[in-house]
T-cell receptor, first 113, second 112 residues
Framework: GAVVSQHPSWVICKSGTSVKIECRSLDFQATTMFWYRQFPKQSLMLMATSNEGSKATYEQGVEKDKFLINHASLTLSTLTVTSAHPEDSSFYIC?????????FGPGTRLLVL | KNQVEQSPQSLIILEGKNCTLQCNYTVSPFSNLRWYKQDTGRGPVSLTIMTFSENTKSNGRYTATLDADTKQSSLHITASQLSDSASYICVVSAQAGTALIFGKGTTLSVSS
């Protein structure tokens, strides 16, 4: 099946710094990728839809200037959390669209101190 | 409003026992329904996917059912193993490939 990787798997940073998370489709090309956030014991919440070569589409309530998304190639999308604060601490999961199916990455745990 | 509700919220069973997880949805237009397994600290992994015309789908010890009329689905796990301990998420797609509506999941704990 299609494999999606994320890097790093976990990151700890100081408040005010920026963190970049990579999402890669390893064995297929993905025009569309998605970024989700998941808080403990909660379901995945879609943050934005990332389309290769164009601007991402953000869900209501998600600040596009804080969560920068770049989808520069058909196998890579990045999410940059700018000026991170403790409330940004969460589990960030990406997915890549292959046909009509989203394949999820393993997630990135972000802890902002 | 498109919603997916799962029950129970959590479940504890003994190794070797069977269990059934429930999913009710109010999603329109309906495209497909998926069950995912999410281990702690990992991304979701697809178990089954069913479209409107499918009533049942099996994947090893996992069997999912779908009643499109009542908008209900179930996931049955037979002969549970310790490695089945995870969160099981019901996800309904309102249109092909996008607009996934996630349930909050059922946390299953299998004990020896």
């Amino acid at each position: 099946g299609a494999v999606v990787s994320q890097h790093p798997s976990w990151v700890i940073c100081k408040s005010g710094t920026s963190v970049k998370i990579e999402c890669r489709s390893l064995d297929f090309q993905a025009t569309t990728m998605f970024w989700y956030r998941q808080f403990p014991k909660q379901s995945l919440m879609l943050m934005a839809t990332s389309n290769e070569g164009s601007k991402a589409t953000y869900e209501q309530g998600v600040e596009k200037d804080k969560f920068l998304i770049n989808h520069a190639s058909l196998t890579l999308s990045t999410l940059t959390v700018t000026s991170a604060h403790p409330e940004d601490s969460s589990f960030y999961i990406c997915s890549a669209l292959a046909g009509e199916t989203q394949y999820f990455g393993p997630g990135t745990r972000l802890l902002v101190l | 409003k498109n919603q997916v509700e799962q029950s129970p919220q959590s479940l504890i069973i003994l190794e070797g026992k069977n269990c059934t997880l429930q999913c009710n949805y109010t999603v329109s237009p309906f495209s497909n329904l998926r069950w995912y397994k999410q281990d702690t600290g990992r991304g979701p992994v697809s178990l089954t996917i069913m479209t409107f015309s499918e009533n049942t789908k099996s994947n090893g010890r996992y069997t999912a059912t779908l009643d499109a009329d009542t908008k209900q689905s179930s996931l049955h796990i037979t002969a549970s193993q310790l490695s089945d301990s995870a969160s099981y998420i019901c996800v309904v797609s309102a249109q092909a490939g996008t607009a996934l509506i996630f349930g909050k999941g059922t946390t299953l704990s299998v004990s020896s």
